[in-house]
């Protein structure tokens, strides 16, 4: 299934309205930041909400629904080869950093940082 279809097929699951012109709600998202933390523990990226990250902050929203994490509730995941895989699942059209339109912050992170990822939601 390509790229579209799997996260319209995510938000669906998670009763998230998905515009065609404008994507998903921003109402409905409830990840609001991403911290990646190295295996030390420091911090080494942080990606803040952004019209062009709502797929990979809906990828860590599912993961807290999957998790039974109530809402407004901040969780960490660890950044780990299950992370990756998933993602790079989910996220097979972009997965590769040198293809176009450039930088993913999350998918970036992702690949790059072996730690942890504290999912910061909405209040």
């Known amino acids: 299934?390509?790229?579209p279809?799997?996260?319209r097929s995510v938000a669906q699951?998670?009763?998230i309205k998905n515009d065609p012109e404008t994507g998903f709600d921003e109402s409905q998202l409830t990840v609001s930041e991403l911290v990646f933390y190295d295996a030390e523990?420091?911090?080494v990226r942080r990606v803040t909400a952004t019209p062009k990250n709502k797929g990979?902050?809906?990828f860590f929203q599912k993961i807290g629904e999957d998790r039974d994490v109530p809402d407004g509730k901040d969780f960490l995941v660890d950044c780990d080869d299950e992370l990756r895989a998933d993602a790079a699942m989910i996220f097979e059209d972009y997965w590769k950093p040198e293809i176009?339109?450039?930088p993913r912050a999350i998918l970036d992170a992702?690949?790059?940082v072996t730690g942890t990822?504290?999912?910061i939601t909405k209040k």
Do not use: H
Request: glycine share 16%; aromatic share 4%; no cysteine.
């Open 41 to 43: 523990g420091t911090e």
């Open 110 to 112: 992702i690949r790059d």
């Open 5 to 7: 279809d799997v996260l």
């Open 13 to 15: 699951q998670l009763g």
């Open 117 to 119: 990822v504290q999912v």
């Open 1 to 3: 299934m390509a790229y």
């Open 56 to 58: 990979g902050r809906l």
């Open 100 to 102: 176009d339109p450039g």
